[in-house]
């Protein structure tokens, strides 16, 4: 497994206050929250939207929730929006789908954080490969992305109690 990736390089010349816990590759957010121990709610996956030609924003969506395109695109004022394919979003991100993360990322794109994670003590982070992930305060990763916290998500269909 990789020891160090340019998100934990990015988060060390921040200063973040940050800890790296290694698992094994999961293949959903469920699984990656179990193996972190932490709960799904708390696991913040990043998701690379496109708004336009070359111009991209990061969107951290916490697990249990899904992306709510009517939510972003009124928040970023456009009214269309698109995923880049996973070559695509390589490219634009330095990252393969499934570890991307702003932190580090080739471009520093504009980052959104779910409202939701900002009351949480701690929320993950993919920190760059498959299996190395990054827990802080949200408070933490919201000043050193420079990011905007706002309401994105709805709860996914299948999450019960939320």
Do not use: C
């Not at 094994?24 to 699984?31: F, V």
């Not at 030609?53 to 969107?59: G, I, T």
């Not at 949480?120 to 827990?135: L, S």
């Amino acid at each position: 497994m990789t020891d160090r990736t340019p998100a934990l390089d990015a988060l060390e010349r921040a200063g973040v206050l940050y800890t790296v816990v290694r698992t094994q590759r999961a293949h959903s957010a469920e699984e990656s929250a179990t193996l972190q121990g932490i709960e799904l709610g708390a696991l913040l996956r990043t998701i690379v939207v496109r708004r336009g030609d070359d111009d991209y924003v990061f969107v951290l969506v916490p697990g249990g929730r899904r992306f709510d395109w009517p939510k972003v695109r009124g928040h970023l004022g456009v009214k269309r929006l698109s995923l880049p394919d996973a070559e695509e979003a390589l490219a634009v991100t330095g990252y393969e789908r499934g570890a991307i993360t702003p932190f580090g990322a080739t471009r520093a794109w504009p980052v959104i954080v779910d409202a939701s994670a900002v009351a949480r003590a701690r929320v993950a982070v993919g920190g760059g490969a498959h299996g190395v992930n990054v827990h802080l305060a949200p408070a933490d990763l919201i000043a050193a992305l420079d990011a905007a916290a706002v309401d994105v998500t709805v709860p996914e269909a299948s999450t019960p109690d939320l």
